[in-house]
């Protein structure tokens, strides 16, 4: 009795929505909850009534994953690294080094000429008649001579460009400096030129003197030379370099006086080298100042020297040749 008075009771609803149904009317269903899924209608039925939308599943969001480990990284055991190869060093061009004469050996600058001005400061030279001193006949002669080398292209390199060596004041009441003759020979030699000119002068005799060094010719110029012989090698080709001057100078009308001597520092010096040494125009000393005298002079040595800078060879270089480092200062004294 009371089972079917509960399927009595479950059935009035649906008795009553049948009711309301068969007059036009609609009752709402029961809610289901937000989530709930809906039923499945069993195979082969056909739905007569639509599904409100509180009756239909709803997506419900799917719980995050939890993130996937990641396989544990083996730690290898750490190796030396090996060092990649250091890049050859290549100076900028702005700052790369000129390959000059004087850092090829055996090779020789034919644009640069040395010029020497004979003693200077405390060291007078000689005295020519009453107030003339042999430094600065030598000085103005090499004045001279470095203004037409110039005009002519030419470098010119002179050890001493005033009474006192490169140019430096002395203290007051202290007398100038003395340039050393290694000195000397040490600047013509790092600088390779096509010729030496060591410039004198004297009181005796007339014209020029032109004179090359006594030493006896050698066959090759080693990479290490005695200081006081170093210009053996060299004595071919300052007896060519002599003949041009003097064809120059005889050319000119210059009495001219061609000898040999070894005039320190001529012997030390890795250059066709000479001394040229300045004597008065006539049996006046004084005219050995005389410009135009000197001017001559300077023209004729700088025309020669333009063929000359074509013609000059450096002496053979014997590359495997070796000794004493103690006497052997020719490139630097």
């Not at 000359?308 to 590359?319: I, L």
Request: hydrophobic share 40%; glycine share 6%.
């Amino acid at each position: 009795m009371q089972t079917r008075f509960v399927v009595t009771l479950l059935a009035l609803p649906a008795m009553l929505a049948l009711h309301l149904a068969l007059q036009g009317q609609t009752v709402q269903p029961p809610q289901a909850s937000i989530g709930t899924p809906a039923r499945k209608a069993a195979p082969g039925a056909t739905s007569q009534q639509p599904q409100h939308i509180l009756t239909q599943s709803f997506p419900v969001a799917p719980k995050p994953k939890p993130p996937t480990p990641k396989p544990a990284t083996t730690t290898a055991t750490p190796q030396p690294a090996t060092p990649a190869p250091a890049p050859v060093a290549r100076p900028h061009p702005s700052t790369r080094l000129p390959e000059s004469a004087s850092t090829l050996p055996g090779a020789i600058n034919r644009n640069v000429i040395v010029l020497d001005p004979a003693h200077g400061g405390i060291d007078s030279g000689s005295r020519i008649g009453d107030n003339i001193l042999e430094k600065d006949v030598a000085l103005a002669l090499a004045f001279k001579l470095r203004s037409m080398l110039t005009a002519r292209g030419f470098n010119v390199i002179m050890t001493r460009d005033s009474d006192a060596p490169n140019g430096d004041t002395p203290p007051a009441g202290t007398p100038p400096a003395v340039l050393a003759l290694d000195d000397r020979a040490g600047i013509a030699n790092h600088a390779r030129a096509s010729a030496c000119l060591l410039l004198h002068a004297t009181g005796s005799g007339l014209g020029v003197h032109l004179y090359s060094s006594e030493l006896a010719q050698v066959p090759v110029e080693n990479q290490l030379l005695p200081w006081l012989t170093a210009q053996a090698a060299w004595v071919p080709q300052s007896g060519q370099l002599e003949k041009a001057l003097a064809t120059a100078l005889t050319r000119a009308r210059i009495p001219l006086v061609v000898s040999a001597a070894s005039v320190r520092p001529v012997d030390s010096l890795t250059c066709p080298a000479l001394v040229i040494e300045l004597a008065p125009r006539t049996s006046d000393v004084t005219t050995i100042n005389d410009a135009g005298y000197q001017q001559r002079i300077a023209e004729s040595i700088a025309s020669a020297l333009i063929f000359w800078q074509n013609q000059v060879q450096p002496p053979t270089r014997d590359v495997s040749s070796s000794g004493s480092s103690s006497p052997a200062k020719a490139a630097q004294p």
